[in-house]
Structure formats: C-alpha cells, structure tokens
C-alpha cells in the first residue's frame, strides 16, 4: 500500500503529487495516456494567469485590488443555487491566493511573466456585472510548458529517489471503497503507443492492475473532448446544442472519472455550467480530431451572425463569452463571421496555444520583436493563407462572394454590409461617437498595453490603405466544464448529503476547479490554470495531513 494515489498527470495532479513528494509521502501517480502527454491540456495552453494587483499591473498604471477582483467574480459567477456554498467559498479563497501568495509562490520555481497584462472578458454591464473591470490576464513567458515545468521537475526529481511512481497507459476504471472509505483503485492497462502528445492514443486493453492507498486524490475529469457529454450536459438556457463544434482539448479528455467518482459515492453539481468559445476556427495543422484554435481578439472587429447582422452591445469581440454564445444559440445557425481589416488582424489577432505561440514558448525575444513589424504573426499569416474559414479580398464585394462561397449559401447581402461599413466609417472621423463598439475600442486605448500592442486605432474598412479585408468564419469551441466534484475546502469529496467521502479529494477541472464550480456561470479567464493550481496544491496537502 502506498500513501496516496493521484489519478491524472494534467496540471492539477503533477502540483498534488509534488505537493505529496515535498512532505515526504510515497506517491503513485497513473494516467491512461502516454507519458508524451505529461502535463495535459495545460501544455497546450497560452499560459494566462489571473494576477490581482501584480507588478506588472503597477507598471502599466493598473489599480487593482482584492475588493474590485471579488467583486468582478461575483458579478460573473452569479452564484444562485443552494449547493453554491462552497464553490462559492472556493471563490473567496482563490481570489485571495491571486490577490496574495500566487506570484510569489510560482516566482520562488523560476516562473516569469511577459510585461504587459491582458485585458480578457471586459464585460459591459455595469460594475456590479461579467466582466474584469481592469487587465488582469498574465500570459506566462514560456506559455503553459513553462507553468507545467516547475512541477515536472519535482515531480520527476521525487519519481529518481523512489519517492514516486509514475505510471502511464494505466487507466483507472473504478474506485475501491472500503467500509465507506475510498482505499485504492481499479483499471486497466493499456498497450503501449509511440503516439505524440495530444494524438488520439489506442485503447487495447494488455492487462488489469489493482492498486491500494491511504488517499486517493482524482484530478482528472474534463469533457471538452466528448461531444456527447457536451451536449447531454447542455443548459436549457443556451437553448440547443450546436449541430457542429471543434475540440479545443484532446480527444482523452473524456469526463470518465466524474461517474467512476459518483459510482463510489461522490456528489457531482453543475453539470450544466461550461465555457465554450465562439471564436474557433479549423486548426489547418490538426493534431487531434476536430482540432480547434481560439482567436483571443482586439475589440475592434465587426461581429455578425451567418445573415450579417450585427451582434448586440456589449456582445463585441473579448468581452462575453457566454453571452455572446447564447445569443448564437437563437439565430438559427452555429457559426458567426468577423469581418475586419489587415491593420486590425496584424495588431488584434492572436492565437490560443502554446504551440501558436512559438515566440513566447520559445521564449525568445528576437522572434517576439518580429510582432511589431508591418503583417500578421506568422502563425496568424499561416492561418491567412491555409486555412478553411478564412477569405482575404482587396474589395468587399469580392470578400462577400467569398463569404458565400464558403458556406454555400447566399446569407450575406452585400448592400447591406457596405451600408453598414460605411456607416461605421463615418464614425471613425471623431473623437466622439455614438458606436458603442467604436466606444469600446476608444476606452481599450486608454489602456498604455492595449494602445502599445493590442487595439488598432480605429480606421476606415473601406479605405484600401487599410486593406486588405478579412473575414473569417468562427466555430463554437469546447473547453472547459465549471462544474463537477463537490468538494469542501480541504478538497475532500463530498456526498450528497454534504457528508465527505473519507479517503478521496479532488482538485482541477474534475472539481470544477474546486467545490463543484468556484466559476459560476462565467469566468474571468486567467483562472483555468490558476485554479488547477490552487486546487492541486490544496488537494495535495490536505491529503497529507488527513492520512496523519
């Protein structure tokens, strides 16, 4: 029997057992998938960072406080139901660690931080609404293999002195209760595979393994990757589940451990809270099935749904997520279009991932100055000229029937759009407007780091000194569940009843990032990786001092 056993070797469970390891405990760490895939989604993650009241904020002439942060949270998570107490205590805490030991503690591992904070979700409703009132996402200089890195390393450290063992393609099928007590698990052991990271792996089955423990502590659990969980667990209040999404995870993030968790007495709350984006598009390099990439957007592009109408305010790009996804959800139609201009694309387009991102992966500063010189990124030219939901035209009638052609449908009129881009037009002759999105793009570049490198100055999309123009088609993306494990604050499981399941903790997605969906409704983005974090850290020792 080994101390504890950590089921998934994502971020979540890489910071438990490293937590483990440093306090001495013999650890066992299992994943079905191969060790190429040592890290899970947050390897392939842009590494952003929810930060309160950082440095870098500082720096940028951002006030930001504990008070305006929670109070940010609150208004996005719209916590309304009796089992919210403690996802919403789990909220309370982790606005406290953002706003307090998180920088430093990831500092003391050598993690840095690009200068200049992002400003994500803006919301638009008023101050007691969604949204970040200021720029809070810290996007991590080496993106996500630099936020895995630190507890890889302390992890495989532990693994060397026999402290902990690492084993992959063993897939956990059942929890071993006890007497009430979760005390092990069951599985299978799974063929080996020279698949790469993030490649779909085979799932032959060579054996059975049975494995027992003082604690068990399940870190694996996000359904991004199984279309069908989606769209069983979709909300009413997002009215039907989209015909056709992309994946924005691997396909072996599959979900399995919430009923293999419930089947031994878990209680799991929230199934219905998720974040899926509206800015997919067809990953023209895919490494997994329907491979997916997120455009993280400037505020400045026109936003219309398939028939060209434009979305309502405040639903501009970077400002609602899940707004802007229900509102989709009433038009008819799964897809939306940005039309913008080639200024806007070379200052407001970026692309989700790490692996998008070579410049700041690599960390490398020559790469990084190419940014700011004329033309789109590389990864984003690359996606101009490759791939399927793009359409570039010197004019807009040309980019129109575009458009059409590539849904193989007639929904976009061009009279209507040219009068609706010239009327934009003649707005941007002022200082002064009644857009509210143009509003919008004028409030951002008040902002020193969105004025520097993020918000185009706004412009008209006819003259051709600004073009070429661009449209592009989005897809609905999945990401991530916000609900999950109900769990208390020492990340123990609970019942149904409220009572813990003695012996099992839970920490990331599987927890909805802690006690069953800190998030809400809605998140301030940042707070996918800081909550795995929190939470794997939490589970870890928490573990350890239960098992005495």
Not at 135 to 153: K, L, N
Not at 457 to 473: M, Q, S, T
Request: glycine share 14%; proline share 6%; net charge neutral.
């Amino acid at each position: 029997m080994t101390d504890v056993i950590v089921v998934g070797a994502g971020l979540a469970g890489l910071v438990a057992a490293a937590e483990l390891a440093a306090l001495g405990r013999r650890v066992i760490v299992l994943d079905q998938e191969p060790e190429a895939s040592l890290g899970g989604q947050a390897f392939w993650s842009f590494g952003g960072l929810f930060f309160v009241d950082s440095p870098e904020q500082r720096r940028m002439g951002v006030r930001d406080s504990y008070d305006l942060a929670l109070q940010d949270w609150m208004g996005s998570a719209g916590f309304d139901r009796q089992q919210d107490e403690w996802p919403r205590r789990w909220a309370e805490n982790y606005v406290g660690f953002a706003a307090g030991e998180k920088r430093a503690w990831l500092h003391s591992k050598g993690v840095r931080f690009f200068p200049v904070p992002g400003w994500a979700e803006r919301g638009g409703y008023g101050p007691e609404g969604h949204g970040n009132s200021v720029p809070r996402f810290h996007i991590t200089w080496g993106t996500g293999p630099a936020v895995v890195a630190p507890f890889e390393r302390e992890v495989r450290a532990a693994a060397e002195t026999g402290h902990l063992q690492l084993k992959f393609r063993h897939r956990v099928d059942e929890l071993t209760v006890t007497g009430g007590v979760v005390d092990g698990v069951r599985g299978s052991i799974l063929a080996p595979t020279r698949a790469a990271r993030g490649e779909q792996s085979p799932r032959d089955v060579l054996g059975e393994f049975e494995l027992r423990a003082q604690a068990v502590i399940v870190t694996s659990g996000g359904i991004g990757g199984n279309h069908e969980l989606v769209r069983k667990n979709w909300p009413q209040r997002l009215g039907s589940p989209p015909g056709h999404m992309l994946s924005g995870v691997p396909g072996h993030v599959d979900g399995r451990m919430l009923a293999i968790s419930e089947a031994a007495g878990a209680s799991v709350i929230n199934s219905d809270r998720m974040w899926h984006y509206t800015e997919g598009i067809q990953n023209w390099d895919p490494i997994w099935p329907l491979h997916g990439i997120r455009i993280l957007p400037g505020p400045s592009s026109l936003w219309l749904d398939a028939r060209g109408r434009p979305l309502p305010a405040p639903l501009f790009p970077g400002f609602d997520t899940l707004g802007t996804l229900e509102h989709i959800m009433t038009t008819g139609h799964d897809y939306t279009w940005f039309v913008l201009t080639q200024k806007i694309i070379e200052r407001e387009f970026a692309l989700s991932g790490s692996e998008q991102n070579p410049d700041l992966t690599g960390k490398d500063v020559g790469k990084l100055l190419q940014r700011v010189k004329p033309g789109a990124p590389g990864p984003v030219a690359a996606f101009m000229r490759h791939g399927a939901d793009f359409v570039v035209e010197p004019d807009l009638a040309a980019l129109v029937a575009g458009m059409n052609r590539l849904t193989g449908s007639d929904l976009i009129s061009l009279p209507h759009l040219r009068r609706m881009i010239e009327a934009r037009d003649r707005e941007t002759g002022n200082a002064f407007t009644k857009d509210a999105q143009l509003t919008a793009v004028n409030n951002a570049r008040r902002y020193r780091g969105d004025r520097l490198i993020r918000v185009a100055r706004p412009h008209r999309f006819l003259d051709p000194a600004n073009g070429p123009l661009i449209a592009v088609r989005l897809h609905i993306l999945t990401r991530k569940s916000l609900g999950g494990l109900e769990t208390n604050l020492d990340a123990q499981v609970l019942r149904p009843g409220g009572e813990p399941v003695q012996g099992l903790f839970a920490a990331g997605e599987v927890a909805g990032f802690g006690g069953g969906g800190m998030h809400g409704y809605r998140s301030l983005e940042g707070t996918f990786l800081g909550g795995c974090l929190f939470s794997g850290r939490t589970a870890g020792r928490c573990a350890s001092r239960a098992i005495g």
